[in-house]
């Protein structure tokens, strides 16, 4: 029986009691990540991080959520109020019903139905998603035009190029899963996944979604819609008590959110590693549920490794990377799978599969030998301007002596 | 008419449920959209009206349309957002006052042409035409359906209408780009620069405003180890409107000093 009818079948009130869980699960895991990210972070700071609230400062971030909410709500008075008060929450419904169609455990026993732990499960469910992330962006767009406020608008208008451009190269990231598995439905596509992950089989795909997820999500270093540094809070700037912890929320349940897509399409989702698939029957299936917080933890502790390691990218840098980048690289190697894919499917011989391979990897090694030659070219030519001599004794410049050299 | 009302009672009830919840939503939308008077806000009730209509595309079956519907009219309608920050700018209203003229009479005339030009297009495709229902249409999937009409029935008005696409993007990119004679000077080429003076004064950057321990006012120019005040320390912007302040009265009274 497919997934689709198996979802189908479920009664009316255990859709609710689902729908239910999706939400605990999302405000507890984020509640887990705070404190995992804090913690993370202070270890590879070599400092001790949050230790005073609960056993090892466990329960710090929900001492931080009930602080935030007895905080004076500010409304200021050249915002526009009524998007001031819809935008946040604008921003945390579009992360939530971005899980629904995210599958978490195989086939269990939830209070004596066979189901899956998955709200619904759609025919177009990745691209639902995708629907709903760029629905999700006007959550930070609109906090920043409605706060009247100069700092907000350019963390708003930066965010909302951010997240287009990045949306772009996500979404052609996805077109390989689809053209493999030849189906959008996150289901489907876990299935398609049994022999090898997506993850091994579409490495570059992956790799560029990795990318343009925490471009999406607006994490360090892409966090250019915040950038304290520039912008003082950025979007939020205005933001305070209940409305700036629903930013909170919705940051953090979209970041889990990412991972488990990414889960989902490259890590072969609830499936247990290679080799261990014998544990998915543990618990009476239930056991699933734990690789597959185990694969959405290592993406988040990824999130977190790069927040700790990387300054913020400059703007014009994050642009250049996102278009000249990202969107060809993705368009030259959809053209490769999908010939790849019409190859295998007509039949052709491994030879021919084998040749074209080696012909695309030679053709791409001598386009990077002639882009990087063309560049320490333009380097030199750029430094050549007029100089003045000045009266004071200086080092010879890099270029100068590396021109020389050349001739 | 009243054909088409009989037929609206005969849908399945939740699907009744839902026309008559969010069509009026779609309508109010619509009409608020219209007379809204900031820019931001009828952008904002054209994004909602777009979402409503995807409902309705779900609900009629057409799953793919409605994701799609939202995937393009979220991002089309960001883009409009953007325009009316650039050109209305970010809080200006609406005025009323007609300042071409005779743009009204223009604007009802092409109003009422595209409106006919719309209403005849859409008539030929559905009146008299035989509807197969969408349970024949995806017989082989939703999005498979739609694929095979697009690349094969219409691959040509879909290739016609792309090229159309690209070229207005190509034209306005060509429109907007202006080609600088010289080169931008890049942080690099900055930094090479400021050690090329005569004077190695500015090398390691200007002086930030203020002055140390008794004022930190961007408008107030730092104080030089001499106690002369360094203009270099303030925004040109701030310079050129005036908005400068004496830096002396600010200074750390030296008999306290000489007390201790």
Redesign the interface.
């Given at each position: 029986m497919s997934t689709l009818e198996l979802l189908g079948k479920d009664p009316g009130w255990l859709t609710a009691v689902k729908g239910l869980l999706v939400f605990v699960i999302c405000v507890l895991a984020t509640l887990i990540s705070i404190v995992m990210e804090r913690k993370i972070v202070s270890w590879m700071q070599m400092r001790i991080g949050p230790n005073r609230t609960g056993p090892f400062g466990s329960i710090q971030s929900l001492a931080d959520g009930v602080k935030l909410a007895l905080k004076e709500d500010i409304i200021p008075t050249a915002a526009?109020r009524i998007?001031f008060v819809i935008a946040p929450v604008i921003s945390v419904t579009a992360c939530f019903m971005s899980f629904a169609v995210i599958p978490m455990t195989g086939v269990v026993n939830l209070f004596g139905h066979k189901t899956l732990l998955q709200l619904t499960d759609?025919?177009?469910g990745v691209?639902?998603i995708?629907?709903?992330a760029?629905?999700g962006?006007?959550g930070i767009?609109?906090a920043g035009?409605s706060s009247?406020s100069t700092y907000p608008?350019l963390g708003g208008?930066r965010s909302?190029a951010q997240v287009?451009s990045y949306?772009v190269a996500m979404g052609l990231s996805l077109v390989a899963v689809f053209i493999y598995s030849g189906s959008?439905s996150t289901n489907a596509i876990i299935a398609a996944q049994h022999n090898w992950w997506f993850g091994v089989t579409l490495f570059p795909s992956f790799v560029i979604y990795a990318i343009s997820m925490v471009g999406e999500t607006n994490r360090a270093p892409f966090d250019l819609a915040e950038a304290e540094g520039e912008l003082v809070g950025g979007f939020h700037t205005e933001y305070s008590s209940l409305k700036f912890a629903l930013f909170f929320l919705a940051e953090y349940v979209n970041i889990i959110g990412v991972s488990a897509l990414a889960t989902t399409l490259f890590l072969g989702g609830y499936h247990a590693l290679p080799g261990l698939g014998f544990t998915e029957n543990w618990l009476g299936g239930w056991f699933t549920l734990i690789w597959f917080f185990a694969k959405v933890s290592l993406f988040f502790y990824i999130f977190v490794w790069l927040r700790g390691t990387l300054p913020r990218m400059r703007y014009d840098q994050f642009m250049k990377f996102g278009w000249k980048v990202l969107i060809p690289v993705s368009l030259i190697w959809i053209m490769i799978v999908s010939t790849l894919r019409l190859m295998s499917q007509n039949g052709a011989s491994r030879i021919v599969v084998g040749s074209f391979g080696v012909g695309v990897v030679l053709v791409i090694l001598t386009a990077m030998q002639f882009m990087e030659s063309a560049k320490k070219k333009r380097i030199v030519e750029?430094?050549l301007?007029e100089?003045?001599t000045?009266?004071?004794p200086?080092p010879e410049?890099p270029t100068k002596r590396a021109e020389q050299l050349n001739g | 008419m009243l054909n088409l009302a009989l037929q609206m009672g005969a849908t399945k009830t939740p699907e009744a449920v839902l026309f008559w919840i969010m069509a009026p939503v779609a309508v109010i939308a619509a009409l608020g959209m219209l007379f809204a008077k900031k820019a931001v806000h009828s952008a904002l009730l054209l994004a909602w009206v777009m979402i409503t209509l995807a409902f309705f595309y779900i609900a009629e079956g057409a799953l793919f349309l409605g994701i799609v519907q939202v995937v393009v009219y979220t991002g089309a309608v960001m883009m409009l957002f953007l325009f009316i920050l650039m050109l209305v700018g970010v809080d200006s209203s609406d005025s009323l006052v007609e300042t071409i003229k005779g743009q009204r009479a223009t604007a009802i005339v092409a109003a009422i042409g595209l409106g006919g030009l719309l209403l005849s297009l859409v008539g030929r495709a559905t009146v008299g035409a035989q509807a197969i229902g969408v349970e024949t249409a995806n017989v082989k999937g939703n999005v498979q359906g739609l694929a095979e009409e697009l690349f094969t029935k219409y691959v040509w008005a879909f290739e016609v209408v792309s090229a159309l696409l690209i070229t207005a993007a190509l034209g306005a990119m060509v429109l907007a780009h202006s080609q600088n004679t010289k080169s931008r000077t890049a942080q690099r080429d900055q930094s090479i620069a400021r050690f090329r003076k005569s004077s190695l004064a500015e090398a390691a950057g200007l002086p930030a405003p203020g002055v140390f321990a008794r004022h930190n006012a961007v408008d107030v120019p730092a104080l030089l180890p001499d106690g002369s005040a360094a203009a270099a320390s303030i925004s040109g912007t701030l310079k050129s409107r005036g908005d400068m302040l004496e830096s002396a009265i600010f200074e750390l009274e030296v008999k306290e000093v000489e007390e201790d």
């Open positions: 526009d998007v759609l025919p177009v691209l639902y995708l629907a709903v760029s629905f962006v006007y767009v609109l035009w009247g608008l208008l909302s287009i949306e959008m750029d430094s301007g100089v003045a000045p009266s004071f200086v410049l | -």
